[in-house]
């Protein structure tokens, strides 16, 4: 335990805190268990250490980092480490990349229920199902999802200031005012092109190069989380990694399944699942039509985020494309986002949305625009970069 002890205190003290996730604030942090999941490279470990350097003096004690990496939890359950903990007066327990404990859902039922008044925080990766594949969960965990830097985070990294985040509908009433008050007092569009290039992901403040980092950790996405969670093998790994790079380098369409088992060399249905799991690991996004959805076929599939684009495909790209694909992952998180219509590019919670370029000559009144090339708007017109302020 002394061990776990040093590294946690280390860990805490070489913790940066450069910007404050959205998430902190959203997390009801007096739940007994609480999973967060998210991509891998999204900033999970660096989310719990934040949190127990903020919130706990590492000399009480009461807060405890582990990984489920070190091999001591090979040879020892979870919950047995759990119970020491909690009869040496510890009250939060952080368990990072708690999937490679074996029978992870067990061990954390018996945590719960053997441990009168602990807390305990995990994370996991975004493929898994936390309450639809581990019933004994199900009413006992609160599930919350880590995403990427939004464009408004990395932009008060950048600058230093505190932007705060807006809803959807601040932004269709507001973004005139809002647009204003960020414009006084610093230009988007100066850092837009690189939010959109490398600043998804919190590893560019790491002094590598950013893209070949990505592509790192976009292998370990299939290798690890894909392969391990899903329990796929092997010898599959390389008609996973083809299919990724055949919808990476098509602009955002829907796939042509048949073709795409022809050149994998599998199923139709293979195609469908493996398209699914891609999508659960946050490397692609499907777009369905209004009252669709999986196991259909979806009507468009799109990159995650731009900056997957760049690290995949960086000189084949169409700007429409990186804004579209701006546009849908700063909204589907917590909106529903669909398929448009020959009027519009997405759907909206109902609303219609066309992401585009440059000025429409003829706006029409039921459609919301979202310029790419606009540092403020006017009306219908919203500046793109601002639905990077959502979170």
Same mark, same amino acid.
């Given at each position: 335990?002394?061990?776990?002890?040093?590294?946690?205190?280390?860990?805490?003290?070489?913790?940066?805190?450069? &910007? =404050?996730?959205?998430?902190?604030?959203?997390?009801?942090?007096?739940?007994?268990?609480?999973?967060?999941?998210?991509?891998?490279?999204?900033?999970?470990?660096?989310?719990?250490?934040?949190?127990?350097?903020? $919130?706990?003096?590492?000399?009480?004690?009461?807060?405890?980092?582990?990984?489920?990496?070190?091999?001591?939890?090979?040879?020892?359950?979870?919950?047995?480490?759990?119970?020491?903990?909690?009869?040496?007066?510890?009250?939060?327990?952080?368990?990072?990349?708690?999937? *490679?404990?074996?029978?992870?859902?067990?061990?954390? =039922?018996?945590?719960?229920?053997?441990?009168?008044?602990?807390?305990?925080?995990?994370?996991?990766?975004?493929?898994?199902?936390?309450?639809?594949?581990?019933?004994?969960?199900?009413?006992? &965990?609160?599930?919350?999802?880590?995403?990427?830097?939004?464009?408004?985070?990395?932009?008060?990294? *950048?600058?230093?200031?505190? /932007?705060?985040?807006?809803?959807? !509908?601040?932004?269709?009433?507001?973004?005139?005012?809002?647009?204003?008050?960020?414009?006084?007092?610093?230009?988007?569009?100066?850092?837009?092109?690189?939010?959109?290039?490398?600043?998804?992901?919190?590893? /560019?403040?790491?002094?590598?190069?950013?893209?070949?980092?990505?592509?790192?950790?976009? %292998?370990?996405?299939?290798?690890?989380?894909?392969?391990?969670? *899903?329990?796929?093998?092997?010898?599959?790994?390389? +008609?996973?990694? +083809?299919?990724?790079?055949?919808?990476?380098?098509?602009?955002?369409?829907?796939? %042509?399944?048949?073709?795409?088992?022809?050149?994998?060399?599998?199923?139709?249905?293979?195609?469908?699942?493996?398209? +699914?799991?891609?999508?659960?690991?946050?490397?692609? $996004?499907?777009?369905?039509?209004?009252?669709?959805?999986?196991?259909?076929?979806?009507?468009?599939?799109?990159?995650? %985020?731009? %900056?997957?684009?760049?690290?995949?495909?960086?000189?084949?790209?169409?700007?429409?494309?990186?804004?579209?694909?701006?546009?849908?992952?700063?909204?589907?998180?917590?909106?529903?986002?669909?398929?448009?219509?020959?009027?519009?590019?997405?759907? &909206?919670?109902?609303?219609? /949305?066309?992401?585009?370029?440059?000025?429409?000559?003829?706006?029409?009144?039921?459609?919301?625009?979202?310029?790419?090339?606009?540092?403020? !708007?006017?009306?219908?017109?919203?500046?793109?970069?601002?639905?990077? /302020?959502?979170?």
């Amino acid at each position: 335990m002394e061990s776990f002890f040093r590294t946690h205190a280390y860990l805490v003290e070489h913790t940066d805190l450069p &910007v =404050r996730r959205a998430l902190m604030d959203e997390i009801d942090w007096k739940q007994p268990l609480i999973g967060i999941k998210g991509t891998r490279g999204v900033g999970k470990t660096s989310f719990l250490l934040q949190y127990a350097k903020k $919130n706990f003096d590492v000399r009480t004690r009461k807060c405890l980092y582990i990984n489920m990496n070190n091999f001591y939890f090979q040879g020892r359950g979870l919950a047995d480490f759990a119970r020491e903990f909690r009869q040496q007066g510890g009250e939060v327990l952080l368990i990072d990349q708690v999937f *490679k404990q074996p029978n992870w859902s067990h061990e954390l =039922r018996r945590c719960h229920d053997e441990n009168s008044g602990l807390r305990i925080v995990f994370t996991g990766s975004s493929v898994m199902r936390l309450k639809e594949e581990n019933p004994e969960l199900n009413g006992l &965990v609160s599930s919350y999802n880590l995403r990427g830097f939004s464009f408004r985070e990395f932009l008060n990294l *950048k600058t230093g200031c505190q /932007f705060p985040a807006y809803s959807l !509908g601040d932004i269709l009433r507001h973004h005139e005012r809002i647009a204003a008050e960020v414009l006084d007092v610093v230009n988007p569009l100066n850092f837009f092109q690189s939010y959109l290039h490398h600043g998804f992901y919190p590893f /560019f403040l790491e002094k590598r190069n950013f893209s070949e980092n990505l592509l790192k950790t976009m %292998n370990m996405m299939i290798e690890v989380d894909i392969l391990l969670i *899903k329990q796929i093998e092997l010898k599959y790994l390389t +008609k996973l990694k +083809k299919l990724l790079y055949l919808l990476a380098v098509e602009r955002p369409s829907a796939p %042509n399944v048949s073709q795409l088992a022809l050149d994998i060399e599998t199923s139709r249905a293979t195609v469908m699942n493996y398209i +699914k799991y891609l999508s659960d690991a946050r490397l692609i $996004n499907m777009i369905y039509r209004e009252g669709e959805g999986f196991p259909r076929k979806p009507a468009r599939i799109m990159m995650h %985020n731009s %900056n997957l684009m760049y690290a995949i495909y960086p000189n084949g790209m169409e700007e429409i494309d990186v804004a579209e694909t701006f546009f849908q992952n700063a909204l589907w998180a917590y909106h529903d986002v669909r398929f448009g219509d020959r009027i519009c590019t997405f759907f &909206v919670d109902g609303r219609r /949305f066309r992401v585009c370029m440059d000025e429409v000559r003829r706006p029409l009144p039921d459609v919301y625009y979202a310029q790419a090339n606009l540092e403020r !708007g006017r009306g219908n017109a919203i500046p793109l970069w601002l639905f990077g /302020f959502l979170y």
